[in-house]
């Protein structure tokens, strides 16, 4: 059971950390995107 719960936590650190250095790398596309958002939630029609 140990070495299953060792290789989940590194697994989910690893995809953690590629998240973190994905959005560090590309905080303006991650902004655009949630403010593409935030705009088609206040007007549907568009």
Known sequence: M??????LAS???QGYYNIIMY???KPET???SSLLS???AENPSK
Request: hydrophobic share 35%; glycine share 6%.
């Open 38 to 40: 935030d705009r088609r």
């Open 2 to 7: 140990d070495s299953i719960r060792q290789q």
């Open 30 to 32: 991650l902004l655009e």
């Open 11 to 13: 697994v989910g650190m």
């Open 23 to 25: 959005s560090a790398n």
